[in-house]
């Protein structure tokens, strides 16, 4: 069974940063891309970032370039989102996804497991 655990959300001022954190078991982690995705409430979810199954290839949305880091340990079976310069508009419920393909893909029909979600408010 694969499961995922997201960690880190919370409040946090505009302008402050937050680390997110998933771990994930039940798949053979090294071989599959990682993606983080967000919703906030009435809006769909949408693309945050995506990493590669060896790390070595990223991609972000427009709209975190430049203030968000995806990263993974493959040893770990974990990946982590550093968000920096937060924006009240980042205000959402984010989700770790696992891919079913190797490359960062954004789009979300390329992922099949979701974790549960954790919730990140950022007040301005």
């Known amino acids: 069974q694969v499961q995922l655990v997201e960690s880190g959300g919370g409040l946090v001022q505009a302008g402050g940063s937050l680390r997110l954190s998933c771990s994930v078991s039940?798949?053979?982690?090294?071989?599959?891309?990682m993606g983080w995705f967000r919703q906030a409430p009435g809006k769909e979810r949408e693309f945050v970032a995506a990493?590669?199954?060896?790390?070595?290839?990223?991609n972000y949305a427009d709209s975190v370039k430049g203030r968000f880091t995806i990263s993974r340990d493959n040893a770990k079976n974990t990946v982590d989102l550093q968000m920096n310069s937060l924006k009240p508009e980042d205000t959402a419920v984010y989700y770790c996804?696992?891919?079913?393909?190797?490359?960062?893909?954004?789009?979300?029909?390329?992922?099949?497991?979701w974790g549960q979600g954790t919730q990140v408010t950022v007040s301005s």
């Open positions: 990493i590669s199954w060896s790390g070595g290839g990223t």
């Open positions: 039940g798949r053979t982690f090294s071989r599959y891309a």
């Open positions: 996804a696992t891919s079913r393909q190797t490359y960062a893909s954004g789009n979300r029909y390329n992922y099949d497991y």
